[in-house]
């Protein structure tokens, strides 16, 4: 039997990228790059409970700039995708459907993920250093 | 998915995400606190009845959280329905596995095991 060719909706790269398009997407991006942060960080759990060798080599691994560039991008994705989720429930007790406030709190959400980004990281990096 | 089964879906994502909005700001904060903690400093933060707490929460709270939400991503780009059924499975296998040894590990520094 031939499968029967049912219409599908067009791909993203149809698009013309929108904040909102664009917002959406890096939701799920940060949503998958913290799921592997979550894997991470049961590796440095384990190590904290069972091994030695383990631990040091996760806390190696932070310390290294490759760990320190995945810090980063967690440290961002985490406050991305908090923010942006927050945006999220306020959009399903429906507040903010309007297309300007859509992408006024779009922006708000970039703006304080950035900041946030900044304060955590940079101040961790400065805290690490006195330490 | 079933119309109900959808709806669960859409509450359990959401009720994880209000948790997650405290626990993940809580684990944020206490890793910026153990910058640079050797293995007995994480042994005696995790050795304190409300942090283990917090942190079992968080770690059953995310990995619930996250297999829902790959699961959707999952539905949305594979196609293939073998390939899918296959793909929710892993997800669901690979999401349990890993909430549960984080809260073995958590566990065995609560109790000094």
């Known amino acids: ?131 | 998915m079933s119309g109900g089964a959808a709806v669960r879906h859409w509450r359990a994502q959401r009720v994880s995400a209000v948790a997650l909005i405290l626990l993940t700001l809580w684990l944020v904060e206490s890793l910026l606190a153990h910058l640079g903690a050797d293995r007995a400093q994480i042994q005696a933060w995790l050795g304190q009845p409300i942090p283990a707490a917090l942190a079992a929460a968080l770690v059953a709270v995310a990995f619930f959280h996250l297999a829902l939400g790959v699961r959707v991503v999952l539905e949305d780009y594979v196609h293939t329905p073998r390939r899918q059924s296959t793909a929710l499975l892993a997800n669901r296998v690979a999401c349990w596995a890993l909430a549960l040894i984080a809260l073995a590990a958590i566990a065995t520094l609560a109790f000094g095991w």
């Open chain 1, 1 to 131: 039997m031939i499968p029967a060719e049912r219409p599908l909706s067009p791909h993203l790269q149809i698009y013309k990228p929108q904040l909102t398009s664009v917002l959406s997407i890096t939701h799920r991006g940060t949503g998958l790059a913290l799921g592997v942060g979550a894997i991470f960080f049961v590796w440095w759990l384990s190590g904290a409970a069972w091994s030695d060798a383990c631990f040091r080599a996760a806390q190696a691994f932070w310390g290294s700039w490759l760990g320190k560039l995945f810090l980063l991008g967690w440290t961002f994705s985490l406050f991305f995708h908090l923010l942006n989720g927050v945006r999220h429930l306020l959009w399903d007790i429906g507040f903010g459907f309007e297309l300007p406030m859509a992408y006024r709190t779009g922006w708000t959400v970039v703006a304080f993920s950035a900041l946030l980004t900044v304060v955590a990281f940079g101040g961790g990096l400065y805290a690490w250093g006195l330490s």
